[in-house]
């Protein structure tokens, strides 16, 4: 007969389940509690708008003091992630009600694809349609195709009478932009295809010169090459994928494909054959738009969007250099075209230069509106963020966050003191927050930005004096700034120091060099 296995004590397990609940109730508490508490938060435009773009003594012409703000923008694979949602999140982006001349927008393509840059082109011609056209009839949201698929009345709130024979106009251009996007693929593989049919021509007849003059060993192989459309070869990814052009080792490419506005606005003309729609009142600039493909070799890790990150904050700390960064995916756009004033009002506010980055919450389209799958992570962005909002802050979710550039530098904020004790009655001065004005190591980008300002600020002015003036920070970074680069022969990292004073000679300089990718 068998042994049957010891009856486990009834104590042992009543004491080990007991002790489990404990714990769970323990931990289901300590969720529960932030969120009796959470924060609320409100800003208030018009305030900023006093503060920062009224006329004042120091700036009597009542021109915008807002910092410049550098838009990120990750895409990795024209084949899953449509160039025209790009598109439209870059539009919504170049339309955001934002002083044109302190934005930036960087477009990072880990795909190295043509289509991508051809698509972004594509998307900078029709934004001198898309963008004056929101500016003008304060379109929300700024994203054509989500604005042309809603729903509710279109005429709602809209009083000008050229309105209605506008946006019929607008939105035919915009149908004839998608059918042009989604022709992109197509053409490029046409036009590569004649291209390389002529190579290979060519130098069949090189081939039978050469055996007519008694040399017939050598082959001549052409590869099959990706052409852009002014009949060179693209530097990026090859739909054949050869050596130094596939998707894991090309070169790196930089093309501003809207240079930086003018300081001043300017106004458009009347409608006409070229001019869709009446701009004489509206301000038609556009802010700078660039496309960037970092430089990938094999046996490096390129650390997929953190990486693209990383490479774009090198790029537009010499382009733009705005002291503050968003950055989107590239299938999420800006909803709401206030949304960098908002974020504006939490890093200019009194003790705002303590905040490092301000989180926006997502929003989610395209999915079951009545969330019975808990799809919309209302919990999460609606309910425990605002509950760490009260206790240190929410977390960073990855995307849709403003960062304060310095505080990606690991430079200390610019406040120089510091509340403690009871209620934050006593001020500390802190001796960790001097930055030195000296240049770092070699492998990092070492900028003085806060060096000058270090004085003791103690009023609002002050802090806000000392955020402006990272602004005009640029010239000192060009003459500081040292990157490191990829050696593209031998694989290895070099450092090179930039020695440029302003921002055309460092993009001149930038266009003989490849951006540096970290190594392992
Ligand atoms: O090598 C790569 C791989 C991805 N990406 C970009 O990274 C973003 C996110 O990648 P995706 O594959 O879309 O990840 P998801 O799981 O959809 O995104 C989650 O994770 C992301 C990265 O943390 C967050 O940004 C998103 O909010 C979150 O939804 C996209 O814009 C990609 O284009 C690159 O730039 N390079
Ligand atoms: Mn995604």
Same mark, same amino acid.
């Given at each position: 007969m068998e042994d049957s296995p010891p009856e486990p004590r009834g104590d042992v397990v009543m004491g080990s389940s007991t002790v489990c609940e404990l714990w769970f109730a323990f931990s289901w508490l300590l969720d529960q509690l932030p969120k009796l508490c959470p924060v609320n938060r409100l800003t208030d435009l018009d305030v900023l708008k006093e503060r920062f773009?009224?006329?004042?003594?120091?700036?009597?012409?009542g021109r915008s003091d807002l910092p410049g703000i550098d838009v990120f923008v990750s895409t990795a694979d024209p084949e899953k992630e449509p160039p025209l949602v790009t598109a439209n999140t870059i539009l919504s982006i170049l339309a955001v009600d934002y002083p044109v001349e302190k934005l930036a927008c960087y477009l990072s393509d880990d795909g190295g694809a043509l289509l991508t840059f051809e698509a972004l082109a594509q998307t900078a011609s029709f934004a001198s349609t898309w963008v004056p056209f929101c500016r003008k009839h304060n379109i929300e949201p700024r994203n054509p195709e989500a604005y042309f698929g809603q729903k509710r009345n279109f005429l709602k709130n809209k009083v000008r009478l050229d309105f209605v024979r506008e946006r019929r106009r607008v939105k035919r251009e915009y149908d004839e932009f998608k059918v042009r996007i989604n022709s992109l693929p197509e053409a490029i593989r046409r036009r590569s295809d004649a291209y390389n049919v002529h190579e290979e021509l060519r130098a069949k007849k090189k081939q039978m010169e050469m055996m007519m003059g008694g040399n017939p060993e050598e082959t001549v192989k052409v590869a099959k090459a990706t052409w852009m459309s002014d009949g060179s070869h693209w530097p990026g990814t090859w739909s054949s994928g050869e050596t130094d052009n596939s998707r894991g080792d090309h070169a790196g490419i930089i093309q501003a494909m809207l240079a930086p506005p003018n300081a001043?606005?300017? !106004? %458009?003309?009347?409608a006409d054959s070229e001019n869709l729609i009446d701009t004489t009142e509206v301000d038609i600039r556009l802010p700078m738009l660039v496309y960037v493909s970092r430089e990938k070799r094999p046996g490096y890790d390129h650390n997929k969007k953190a990486g693209a990150m990383n490479a774009l904050v090198r790029t537009s700390a010499i382009m733009s250099n705005g002291p503050f960064i968003l950055n989107l995916d590239c299938d999420h756009y800006i909803y709401n075209s206030m949304a960098l004033r908002e974020g504006m009002c939490f890093m200019l506010d009194r003790g705002g230069d303590r905040i490092c980055y301000v989180q926006f919450p997502q929003r989610f389209e395209g999915i079951d509106p009545n969330d019975r799958y808990a799809n919309h992570n209302t919990v999460f962005f609606d309910v425990s963020m605002r509950a760490l909002d009260g206790l240190q802050g929410p977390m960073y979710v990855g995307t849709g966050c403003i960062f304060r550039?310095?505080?990606? !530098? %690991?430079?200390?904020?610019p406040r120089a003191t510091e509340h403690h004790g009871w209620? %934050?009655?006593?001020k500390v001065k802190l001796s960790l927050r001097k930055p030195k004005a000296t240049v770092k190591k070699d492998d990092e980008i070492s900028l003085a930005m806060n060096g000058e300002y270090n004085n003791e600020v103690e009023n609002d002015d002050g802090d806000i004096e000392s955020l402006l003036l990272q602004r005009d920070s640029v010239t000192q970074t060009l003459s500081l700034l040292r990157f490191r680069l990829l050696n593209t022969k031998g694989g290895s990292y070099r450092t090179c120091k930039a020695k440029a004073r302003?921002?055309?000679?460092?993009?001149?300089?930038l266009s003989h060099v490849n951006l540096s990718t970290q190594p392992q």
């Open positions: 773009e009224s006329p004042n003594l120091r700036n009597p012409k001043e606005p300017v !106004y %458009g003309s009347e550039r310095t505080a990606l !530098y %690991g430079f200390s904020p209620l %934050g009655r006593r302003t921002v055309d000679q460092l993009v001149h300089l």
